[in-house]
């Protein structure tokens, strides 16, 4: 059975950062595209950024510069660095694992799902 764990939310005062992990387990994703995406309240889930099997990664374009993903197939792990951390980067975040093996950008095309940290940026 395929499951996704996220870890390392939490609170974080503005301007400060903090790093994602998600592990996987349940098979080996190393050919496959993953993803982090998060969800405010009382708005839509939104693609934070992918990485491919390779390493080739893609950004949402608002978030570019500020935000890093990266991962380790040996431990079946991605991350997700946030630096300079804002009020609106306030939000439930997902990692996600789509049988696809490019830098997915499309949430309907992501096939497994985390259950989602809590990041809450303090002004």
């Known amino acids: 059975q395929v499951q996704l764990v996220e870890s390392g939310g939490g609170l974080v005062q503005a301007g400060g950062s903090l790093r994602l992990a998600c592990a996987a387990s349940?098979?080996?994703?190393?050919?496959?595209?993953m993803g982090w995406f998060r969800q405010a309240p009382g708005k839509e889930r939104e693609f934070i950024a992918s990485?491919?099997?390779?390493?080739?990664?893609s950004y949402a374009d608002s978030l570019k510069g500020r935000f890093t993903i990266s991962r380790d197939n040996a431990k079946n792990t991605i991350y997700l660095q946030m630096n300079s951390m804002k009020s609106e980067d306030t939000a439930v975040y997902y990692c996600?694992?789509?049988?696809?093996?490019?830098?997915?950008?499309?949430?309907?095309?992501?096939?497994?799902w985390g259950q989602g940290t809590q990041v809450t940026v303090s002004s």
């Open positions: 990485i491919s099997w390779s390493g080739m990664t």
């Open positions: 349940g098979r080996t994703f190393e050919s496959n595209g």
């Open positions: 996600a694992v789509s049988n696809l093996s490019g830098p997915v950008v499309v949430m309907s095309l992501y096939d497994y």
